[in-house]
């Protein structure tokens, strides 16, 4: 349920304890000046249950546990998308290598990808198997769907996501204008093109499934 202020949902108690139905709720708070989303996040948080008095739903709380699990399970995606990238910049780099640097790229290439492969053999494991613990909770519980750091999480997440894109994708305009786009910076482009749009895609495909499901 969205959070709401006390004064509406004691309004919204209040109005069911008269026997008032939603509809009627919904049009008086539309007349006063509540927006549709507060009003729907207020009435989600009572049961439309035949009872003579309102009758709460139940709601996400806040536990350590919890917020300990999303925490790691929202870093160990952030590790391992960083580290996916700079392994798929590496490997560009070693197909594609720069004649005006290739002792450095001689260097530098090895370690630097070794280091993405250990961290990814290490998050991705730990991601997948936090998501699936998850997945499994909230099948269970299904009112953890609404837990609070999850979804300030899930909003964080999509909002690095979709800055990532825009400075990805002003960064190739500006080269194209430039003149100065190759295939090795194109390819580069793509690639944490690909890796955030499919992080956003996917955590905005799960938020509105919450939607059309609460």
């Given amino acids: 349920m969205a959070s709401a202020s006390p004064e509406l949902e004691t ?4 109005a069911f304890m008269r026997g008032h139905t939603r509809p009627q709720v919904s049009q008086a708070l539309l ?3 509540w927006s549709e989303e507060q009003i729907r996040g207020v009435l989600d948080g009572w049961a439309d249950v035949d009872f003579p008095l309102p009758v709460p739903r139940p709601r996400a709380l806040l536990s350590a546990r919890e917020a300990f699990v ?8 952030y590790f391992f998308s960083w580290n996916l990238g700079s392994l798929l910049f590496k490997l560009i780099e ?16 090895g370690p630097s990808i070794r280091w993405s492969i250990s961290a990814l053999v290490i998050a991705f494991p730990l991601f997948a198997f936090l998501s699936h613990r998850v997945s499994l909770d909230v099948v269970r519980n ?7 750091v999850r ?5 964080l997440t999509l909002f690095v996501a979709a800055s990532v894109l ?3 994708l002003t960064t190739l305009v500006y080269n ?7 295939l090795r910076f194109a390819l580069k482009v793509l690639a944490v093109a690909v890796i955030a749009g499919t992080v956003f895609g996917w955590y905005l495909w799960d938020l509105r499934r919450e939607e059309v499901n609460p």
């Fill in 11 to 14: 309004f919204v108690r209040d």
């Fill in 31 to 33: 007349a006063a000046g």
């Fill in 70 to 77: 999303y925490l790691l399970l929202f870093s160990t995606l």
């Fill in 94 to 109: 070693h197909a594609l290598p720069d004649a005006a640097d290739a002792r450095w790229q001689v260097l530098q290439l």
């Fill in 142 to 148: 299904p009112i953890k769907r609404l837990s609070p």
């Fill in 151 to 155: 979804r300030w999480l899930t909003y």
């Fill in 166 to 168: 825009v400075g990805d």
């Fill in 176 to 182: 194209v204008l430039g003149g100065e786009l190759s």
